[in-house]
Every structure is written in C-alpha cells, then in structure tokens.
C-alpha cells in the first residue's frame, strides 16, 4: 500500500471524499537498567489510515502490515453508516510553512553512540550519589508522513527525533527517593552535561529530608511541577471540541479575563525542531502559533477541521492524530511565556511554603472543572526563605483556575519539560497540603 | 509458520532466541457530547524477535514479516552490544500447544448496528437524566490471534480477545462540572455489557448529586474501601511492588521485601493468578511462553512471593510464575500483573462501619498511580461516616499513602470478594494491558486523603 494516490483513486468511486494518511517510522532505543545496558531495540512500523465521507457520513479504518487495499476501504466503509456527521471540506492546499523537524544527523547516529551518551550520563549522576540505580533511554527516530485527500490537498514531511530520558531511584530502608529528568528533540543532543546537572541539583536538595504540617501554603511550582500538575486540566480546557460540548470550565470565558495578568500562554507548532511542530496537523491544515492566553485573557480554543465547522470556526491546524485513531483537537508545544522574577528570589520571599518539583496522581482529580490533587513525588520545604530538605507522604490539592487567577511571581527562565511544554517557575498562593500527622 | 519459525530458530547463533507473530482486529466506538463521534476499524498484523547474548537483550519489530530472517540477524547483533556477562536462561521441556479458547457472545463479530443500538440507549438515559450536560462512551473490542516459538522448542498458538466499556456522565451546574462512571470489560463476551441500564441511570444521578457535595476537608481517616478501589489499591500500592524487574537489581529494596517478612495483619492474603477462566487477565502461557499460574504474594500477611519473567526468576534464585507479557508485538514481554486480588475475610461491611466514629467510605475506581512506596488512587465515589454511619455524599476523593504502613493499617477484612474487570494497567509505555482485580470491602485506618 505505497501508493497513496491509488488507494485515493480505489476509495473515490466508493465515497464523496476520501483522506489517505501514511506514516513510516523507524525508532531506535538503548535502554540500561539498574545502571548497566540492558535491551536494544529497533522498531518499524507502517499504518495507513484511510477517512471517507459517505452520504455525509464518516466512516474510518486504519491497517498497519496490511497489504491489500480491499480489506481497509471495506472496513471505513462498513463503519461510515454509523460514523459522526462530516461537516467538514478536506483542504485543497499543498503548501505549507517551512517548519524544520528534521536533522540529518539523527540517522546517522549509531546504537554504539546512543549506548555511549548513557552510560556518561550515568557516570556522571553517579559520581554524585554512588548508590543510586539509574534507568536511562535514549531513543531516536525518524518518521516519513503522506497525507493526500480527494480536495487535492496534499502535506508530506519527514521527521526526526532523538531523546534521552533518567529515572533514578535511591532506596535506603523503606524510603524511596525518585529523581528524574529528560531531555527531546528533534535534534541531536550531545549535552549530558545539562542533564546530569539537573538531577544532581535534585539529588543535592533532597539529601536532607524535612516535613510539613497539614495546612494551606503557598507552593513554588518548577517547570516540571507546572507540567505535572497545572497543565493537565488547562490542556484539557482549551480544546475547541471541549468548549464546544460545554464540558471546558473556559467554554464561556472567551475574551474574558481568568488567569492572573502576568500570564500568557501559547500553542505553537511552528517552532524549529521541537518534538509538537509539524508543517501541518494530521489533516493538512498549515500550523500555526495561536495565543491562547494573553495577559490572563483567555484568547483562543484549538480546532480540528470537525469540531471548527461544528462550532462555526476556522480549523487552527490542531487536528492530532494519537495512534490508530482519528484526529482530534490537541496542543502542539504549549509554551507559557517568562516572567520577571528569580527562582532563588521566590524562595527568599517564602516564610513557610513548598517547592513542587512533580505531583504523581494529580491529573486523577475533576479535570473538567481544573481540580488537581497528587502525591509530591519530589518536593521541598522552604522555611524563613530557605530550601530545608524534601517532603514525602504530602498530598496537595487545588484548582488550577483559583490558583492561576493571582500569583505571585512568574520565573524568567522557563525550559522545556519533556520536549513538548516550555515553562517557567510559577509561584502561587496557598494551596491545600496534607500530609501524614 | 511452525515450519518457517522453526527452521529459522534453528539458524541462530544466540543463548536464546523467540520470535512473536500477532494478527489483531479492533472496534473502537465512541460517544461524546451526546452524539457517536467516533467508529474505527483497525487492522494491524506483525511481529518481533528478541535475542539473549551473554545477559543482554536485543529486539526488533516490524510489521513487514517477510524480513524476519534480517531482523532474527539484527535482534543479535543488538543483544551482543549489549551483553557483557555470563548469563543463559535454563532450557525447559519444549512445549507445543494450539489454545483454542471459544468466546461466548463474541463481540468481535457482532455487527456494528447491534453495539449502535445499545450504546444509543445508555446514551439516551444519560442525556435524559436531569442536570447531565454531556456523556461519554468509550468501547473497544479486540479480536487477537498470538503465535509464539523460541529456540528451545516452544510453538504455542492463542487468542486473546479482550473488551471495555467505559460510560460517563458529565453534569453541570451551580457553577461546577461533575463527573460520575462505570468501567466493565470480559474477555469478548458482549453479554457482559448488555442490560446496564439501571446501573446507568445509576451514575447519571449520582453525577448530578455531586454538583452539590460538600468536599471532604484533607487529613487522615479512617477509611473503608469497597471492593473496586480495594482492589485498585491491592494492584496499585502492593502488586507493583511485587513485580521482580522492580526488585531483582535493587538491593535495598530487596531487603524490604524479602520473603518472609510480614506486612499485614494474619487475615491478609493477596493474590495474583492468571488461571481462572474467563477473567480479562487470564492465559494459558504468558509472552515468553511459560505457563500461566496462581501466586501468593502475601499470605495470612507474609511476604511469600513475587511475580516473574524467566530472566527476573533465574536471577533472584526464585520460580518462575509465567508473568512477562508484552501488550502487542511492538513491545517485548515484561513483568506483569494478571488479576490481583485480596481473598475474602471474615468481617461484614455492616460491623466494619459501625465501630467508625469520624471516617470516609470510598468506593469505585477513578485512577491510580504509583512510584513503588508511595501510591494515589482516586474514588468516583465518597461517603462520610459519622458515629457508624453513612451521613452524605462527599466530591471525590484522592487517597495517598505509603504502602508499607498502609497495609499494616488495614485492620478489617470483609467477606464479600468481587472481581472488577473494567480498566486496564500501564507500564514502561505499554497500556492499557488487560487485567482485573477485586477485592472484598477493607477498612484502613489512618489514610490520608487530599482535599481543599
């Protein structure tokens, strides 16, 4: 099934419009356990997902190792009676922005290479803390996406990526202390360095530990405890299909001033090299930079080409297609501009509060109406504007619309958290923490 | 193909090699802002190798089978970059078997129209109950043909079928969003989703009544948990602990959990067993082709087992229990759960609430996660028990804990055992695997749960 077209041609005398969406891609991955190289591993896989229209219907199917264009068109076929109503045109464009996401150097990179930047990484945090276990990944891949429609439309692309990824655990009796830290891209990445950095930071602030009472405290969120705890929900929220269905807390708050006006917040897909852009989404609409908070004012929702003809608006080129299933509205890179204020600065200000450097369980809570609530997986007390050590057994709970609506500071250097969310520190005011008596 | 892996498998130059082949069919089908949104067919066939030398592991997946022989030669060579010690699996009895396992009801090849209808009609009681603004549906039916062979002899050919349900209903109003569901799955059998309607109209009002729940203020309680959430909290706070790839390389923690060593009250005893028929986490062989058994992971409150894949059972000088599984053939097996659960006891709910003055019953499953010792798992539903009774409902509440003392602070165990096979569990990137777990009612003292 390598020819699009004929698969395009095949479906036409079968459905008013028809969408072919090929993606090739092979991944590489090295991964050590318990510090030492354990598995290598390769993977290619092809699946070509085929989207018809008939009598207004939408039917979808998708085949990966299925070699006869038959069986995938009969499938979209048989499901299109039953499918949502299309409401939607294909796109006729075939040109799109310039939007880099490839690196030449990816595919040449070796497994001698990856299994090399591994183990220096492990030496490296090890130095440090001689007993701690590492699990480390490095991964890379390139992909190759084909998309044509019977609008004549048509977006192909090829991609890569390269990753490295450090869990650590450090076991003394029953206590467990998790650090961890990635670093992706659609680049090659040499700077360990940056990454052991990171982690040894963790591991020197949790070396002591210390405990909080049950009470409200102010909490300093790290770029990594924005995007475990606060992002979830607001990802969420700015969904146009959410907003569409009423089940967005934000769905009447277009326009409206919600979040605190030091905060503004973007999707953006255009951004060179980064793991959420692409030339254009997974229905060949072009990608875009859209502001979806300006100044605390809620600026935008994200559209599929579905869900934007539903609503009466334009597709913002965020129809993201997530494994075998059909696109829906998704951010891209989530990018959360920075603000004036130091990190050590926020921690002087702080009499009695906490640092949330990742909340587990926090995206179980009513994500619908922006409730978080999770475990501090890695966290610390501060007291009298010092960092005293970490916290274990805490639980914090909030609502991610009450806390972002007046904080008090937001960091002036933000960075990437797992290649897809661009952050800075956000200090917030009290919170809801438990914790064991 | 027995001939074909055969006489590939006899070509290799490694300790050990297996070669997985996978024919999967999905249905997916599902509702969303009262309307169906979404109907998708998937087929997806391929397979992988996986090759052992000298302790390290190559594997390689590809759906393009006609290669394999390439891919057999590239899973070695990755397995010798990675090997650097003396280490070989031990060689068992080969084993040849063809699992046929028929299917009641087989949603798989129930037509579209039939599923159409009775979603529609669940739908419909949701969006007809008062206050609920959307619902959701999900449902997915997998029909899954393995094929499994390694260098020591093994051919094993299965089905696995599997299939969820999940139905949610969303209300609104006095300034809040609520949410309150039901989760189900079966081995393929359809019936198992038919006639739900009561329970559907069920979640619909208990959503409703959320909007107006008082929250529970954050701290300790004493808690009982019903069968659902005992058995999220028996496979999310204890049974990862008990899975070996956590535990073999990690010293200390080894000393943590030695065998032997108690944990809980002389009425606790945990469970995982993949061989009772019809459960979601059940088979006859695992993905390394080992056969399926019962294990004790705590019994009468002693550590006495864990879980294992053959590699994590060689090294910690332990049987094998037949626990690597991989959730489809782009990933290689490990360590994994079955249906996990705690074995009844002797109290009844009634006795359980009763000897509570200030307290939270929480019953069903919302979510849960855990970082070894330290889990959270989320209720759909929350009481308040006051002076031995239920008094009212409460939001949803988180529970958190470290699980050690956590299970040295279950102090009663009901006698009402149920299996819940809706959900499924994630680990290293594979999700959702299929799985159950169940539990009789626990009371718990002293758990923290988080709220506003």
């Known amino acids: 099934m390598d020819d699009l077209l004929r698969i395009l041609d095949f479906v036409q005398k079968r459905a008013e419009q028809a969408e072919v969406f090929k993606v090739s891609s092979q991944t590489v991955l090295v991964h050590f356990e318990a510090n030492r190289l354990k598995q290598t591993q390769s993977r290619e896989s092809t699946s070509v997902a085929l989207r018809i229209s008939k009598k207004g219907k939408v039917g979808f199917a998708v085949g990966s190792g299925l070699n006869d264009v038959d069986t995938l068109v009969a499938m979209a076929v048989e499901t299109a009676p039953f499918g949502p109503s299309a409401n939607f045109e294909f796109p006729s464009l075939n040109d799109y922005p310039d939007v880099a996401v490839f690196d030449t150097e990816v595919p040449k990179i070796t497994m001698e290479q990856m299994a090399e930047l591994g183990s220096q990484l492990i030496t490296k945090v090890k130095e440090h803390t001689p007993e701690l276990l590492c699990d480390v990944e490095v991964t890379k891949g390139v992909s190759s996406v084909h998309l044509v429609n019977s609008r004549g439309g048509e977006a192909r692309w090829d991609r890569s990526f390269f990753a490295i990824n450090l869990e650590g655990v450090l076991t003394k009796g029953t206590d467990m202390l998790f650090v961890g830290d990635s670093e992706g891209s659609c680049r090659f990445l040499t700077a360990v360095d940056i990454l052991a950095t990171r982690l040894i930071k963790q591991l020197e602030l949790a070396k002591r530990k210390a405990a909080v009472s049950t009470k409200q405290l102010p909490i300093i969120f790290t770029p990594r405890g924005v995007a475990s705890a606060l992002l979830p929900p607001l990802v969420f929220a700015f969904s146009g299909k959410a907003a569409l269905e009423g089940t967005s807390w934000l769905k009447d708050k277009l326009g409206e001033r919600v979040f605190d006006t030091r905060l503004t917040i973007w999707d953006d897909a255009t951004l060179p090299y980064c793991l959420g852009?692409?030339?254009?989404?997974?229905?060949?609409?072009?990608?875009?930079?859209?502001?979806?908070?300006?100044?605390?004012?809620?600026?935008?929702?994200?559209?599929?080409?579905?869900?934007?003809?539903?609503?009466?608006?334009?597709?913002?080129?965020?129809?993201?297609?997530?494994?075998?299933?059909?696109?829906?509205?998704?951010?891209?890179?989530?990018?959360?501009?920075?603000?004036?204020?130091?990190?050590?600065?926020?921690?002087?200000?702080?009499?009695?509060?906490?640092?949330?450097?990742?909340l587990i369980g926090a995206e179980q809570g009513n994500l619908l109406n922006g409730d978080f609530s999770g475990n501090v997986l890695l966290g610390y007390e501060v007291a009298n504007g010092n960092i005293v050590g970490r916290v274990k057994d805490t639980m914090v709970s909030g609502n991610v619309y009450q806390v972002l609506k007046e904080i008090i500071g937001v960091g002036n250097e933000a960075r990437w958290v797992d290649g897809v969310f661009l952050v800075p520190h956000l200090y917030c005011p009290l919170l809801s923490v438990a914790t064991k008596t | 193909m027995r001939e074909r892996f055969a006489g590939i498998l006899s070509r290799c130059n490694a300790d050990y090699v297996e070669i997985r082949f996978e024919q999967n069919q999905t249905t997916q089908i599902s509702y969303r802002g009262g309307k169906l949104e979404e109907v998708g067919r998937t087929y997806s066939s391929g397979g992988n190798v996986r090759a052992l030398v000298k302790g390290g592991w190559g594997f390689v997946c590809s759906n393009s089978v006609d290669k394999l022989s390439s891919y057999v030669d590239l899973a070695i060579k990755q397995a010798k970059l990675t090997s650097g010690e003396e280490f070989a699996l031990p060689t068992t009895e080969p084993v040849v078997d063809m699992v046929e396992a028929p299917v009641n009801n087989d949603a798989a090849s129930m037509p579209l129209v039939k599923k159409k209808e009775l979603f529609d009609e669940y739908n419909d009681i949701m969006l007809t109950s008062p206050q609920i603004q959307d619902s959701r549906i999900s449902y997915r039916d997998v029909k899954r043909k393995v094929i499994f062979a390694n260098s020591n002899g093994n051919y094993v050919e299965q089905?696995?079928?599997?299939?969820?349900?999940?139905?949610?209903?969303?209300?609104?109003?006095?300034?809040?969003?609520?949410?309150?569901?039901?989760?189900?799955?079966?081995?393929?059998?359809?019936?198992?989703?038919?006639?739900?309607?009561?329970?559907?109209?069920?979640?619909?009002?208990?959503?409703?009544?959320?909007?107006?729940?008082?929250?529970?203020?954050?701290?300790?309680?004493?808690?009982?948990?019903?069968?659902?959430?005992?058995?999220?909290?028996?496979?999310?706070?204890?049974?990862h602990l008990s899975e070996a790839d956590f535990v073999y390389q990690n010293e200390p923690l080894k000393q943590v959990m030695v065998l032997g060593k108690r944990f809980g009250s002389k009425n606790l005893n945990i469970v995982d067993d993949a061989t009772i028929p019809g459960l979601r986490g059940s088979y006859k062989y695992d993905d390394e082709g080992m056969p399926a058994s019962k294990t004790y992971l705590i019994h009468e409150g002693v550590l006495v087992g864990r879980l294992h894949s053959r590699e994590t059972a060689l090294r910690m000088g332990e049987k094998p229990t037949g626990n690597a599984r991989a959730i489809n053939y782009l990933f290689p097996p490990i360590v994994r759960m079955t249906n996990t659960f705690i074995e009844s006891g002797g109290a009844s709910f009634e006795e359980m609430l009763g000897e509570i003055k200030e307290g939270v019953y929480v019953r069903d499953w919302y979510g849960g996660m855990t970082s070894l010792e330290m889990f959270t798992f989320s209720a759909g539903e929350a009481y308040t028990i006051r002076n031995g009774k239920l008094a009212g409902l409460l939001r949803p509440v988180v529970l958190t804990g470290n699980v050690f003392v956590t299970l040295s602070n279950i102090d009663a165990i009901g006698n009402d055992l149920d299996m819940n096979q809706g959900g499924g569990c994630g680990k290293g990137g594979q999700f959702p695997l299929p799985v159950s777990n169940g539990s009789p009612h626990i009371r718990i003292r002293h758990c923290v749960i988080g709220g506003r």
């Open chain 2, 159 to 239: 089905n696995k079928p599997d299939l969820t349900l999940r139905l949610t209903a969303i209300a609104r109003g006095n300034g809040e969003i609520q949410q309150a569901g039901l989760s189900l799955g079966s081995v393929g059998d359809f019936s198992v989703i038919e006639n739900l309607h009561d329970q559907v109209r069920e979640i619909a009002k208990r959503a409703a009544a959320l909007l107006y729940a008082p929250e529970v203020k954050g701290g300790e309680y004493a808690v009982i948990l019903d069968p659902v959430l005992a058995g999220v909290f028996a496979h999310e706070a204890f049974g």
């Open chain 1, 277 to 358: 852009s692409c030339p254009c989404d997974g229905e060949a609409v072009p990608s875009q930079r859209i502001p979806l908070v300006t100044k605390g004012e809620v600026t935008n929702f994200l559209y599929d080409l579905q869900t934007a003809a539903l609503a009466g608006k334009k597709s913002t080129g965020s129809g993201r297609r997530l494994g075998d299933r059909p696109p829906v509205p998704n951010t891209s890179s989530v990018v959360i501009d920075e603000g004036k204020e130091r990190f050590e600065d926020m921690v002087k200000d702080m009499k009695e509060g906490l640092i949330v450097e990742r």
